[in-house]
């Protein structure tokens, strides 16, 4: 008789419906479901997220009461109160503490009913651990082993070294983050560098961008470049639409495209983005789309196609499908992107944090007609080769299969331990 699938709760707590969560939802639909049965709980809820309910077990536990990155931004720009010593830092702990009552403690008792219930085998959580911090804890308190993706560079506090104590194993999502995570005293045998997946077969390579076009006003000849990714300070949205003003009068035909949702505690960053893009130093050539959930005609309508974080990125989403896709990508000098772009191949690098690089970088796309196209091919064909979802999916379940088997030999040695003492009683 076949054994039931092991259960494998995942959880993910990310700020928004972005590529953590796209990776996620490749993952799971790529499981084998005669070995693992997935149930999936996220913090956000909403119509992306919804989705999730047709591919397995879904929760949807709010983990965002109280927007505390909302008041946090507010408080930011009070004046006076950055004259009174120490107020900013007694705010601090207000809000941290807040956010302890009032957001993480909620959500850790949702998910500690949630894991008590199914009696999961493995708890994967889809983020660093201190964003995932409930889901490191509910696998303590129920003593079920936690897998913890690591997709961001962490700094720090006492409190960060203790949750990557609690992990038996981490999957860093670039090189990059694998050395920052062994920086914290996690050993190679704990860490597996895995690259983010997503179905290239269900990208549609020969998707038409001329609907999308159309719709937004692009004339033939318009040079359409668009950032994708959540409207987040870190995504660089300021410094996109710094080098595209710098762009407007020397390209003429230039639209600049911001792709992307908005999460709810960022409704305020994106309204001073509108305000911004709205003056009319730009002339109405910037457009925002929105979240859109049919991606492929989005990249094929762009003729460059830029990721501008400020901050290194662990491997972005969008870099992926743009190279799955052939489409020409600009993006900075750091982080993963540095891995996935090679410069003149498969892409264009430019110096973070400057627009005047970045700007360059688009231009020189557009005054040599054969260079979006060359790096567009060598890009699909380094995709394919690279960031297969179910080539994830195979090494990931090699980490559950490790996990188990550990397990398995942890729990043998102990009867035999307990045999033995009765024995010899």
């Not at 038409?208 to 000849?221: E, L, N, S, V, W």
């Not at 792709?259 to 130093?281: N, Q």
């Not at 196609?305 to 662990?314: D, F, G, K, M, N």
């Amino acid at each position: 008789m076949r054994e039931a699938p092991s259960r494998v709760l995942y959880v993910e707590n990310g700020i928004g419906y972005g590529g953590a969560v796209i990776c996620l939802r490749h993952l799971v639909r790529n499981l084998d479901r005669l070995r693992f049965e997935p149930i999936v709980v996220t913090g956000r809820g909403g119509p992306p997220y919804e989705e999730i309910a047709r591919e397995a077990v879904w929760y949807h536990i709010p983990d965002r009461h109280v927007d505390i990155v909302g008041v946090r931004r507010r408080l930011d720009k009070i004046a006076w109160l950055k004259q009174i010593p120490g107020a900013r830092s007694l705010a601090g702990q207000v809000l941290a503490r807040t956010d302890d009552a009032m957001n993480f403690v909620p959500f850790f008792l949702g998910l500690w009913k949630v894991a008590a219930r199914h009696r999961p085998v493995i708890i994967h959580a889809n983020n660093e651990p201190l964003c995932n911090r409930a889901a490191l804890l509910v696998g303590r308190l129920l003593r079920i082993p936690v897998v913890c993706h690591v997709r961001g560079e962490q700094h720090g506090s006492r409190m960060m070294h203790w949750l990557y104590s609690l992990p038996v194993h981490f999957i860093p999502v670039s090189r990059w983050i694998s050395d920052r995570v062994g920086k914290l005293g996690i050993p190679m045998s704990k860490r597996t560098c895995i690259y983010d997946g997503i179905d290239l077969d269900k990208l549609d390579a020969a998707a038409k961008g001329d609907a999308f076009r159309k719709a937004h006003g692009i004339p033939p000849d318009g040079f359409a470049v668009g950032l994708v990714g959540l409207l987040i300070p870190w995504k660089g949205q300021p410094l996109f639409l710094e080098a595209g003003r710098m762009l407007l009068g020397q390209i003429p035909n230039l639209y600049l495209f911001v792709v992307g949702g908005t999460p709810p505690d960022c409704k305020a960053y994106e309204a001073e983005l509108r305000a911004h893009a709205g003056k009319s130093e730009f002339g109405g050539r910037v457009i925002f789309t929105g979240h859109v959930a049919e991606m492929p005609s989005v990249y094929r309508a762009l003729d460059v196609v830029v990721s501008a974080s400020t901050s290194p990125e662990p491997l972005g989403t969008v870099v992926i499908e743009a190279l799955a896709l052939g489409r020409p990508i600009v993006a900075p000098s750091h982080g993963g992107a540095v891995e996935m772009i090679e410069h003149d191949e498969t892409g264009l690098l430019f110096e973070p944090l400057n627009a005047v690089s970045l700007a360059a970088a688009i231009k020189r796309i557009h005054a040599e007609p054969d260079l979006g196209p060359r790096m567009g091919s060598a890009a699909r064909r380094r995709a394919l080769a690279t960031f297969s979802a179910a080539e994830h999916t195979r090494r990931v379940q090699e980490i559950y299969d490790q996990v188990l088997a550990g397990r398995r030999a942890g729990a043998t040695a102990g009867n035999n331990g307990t045999a033995a003492r009765d024995e010899g009683a």
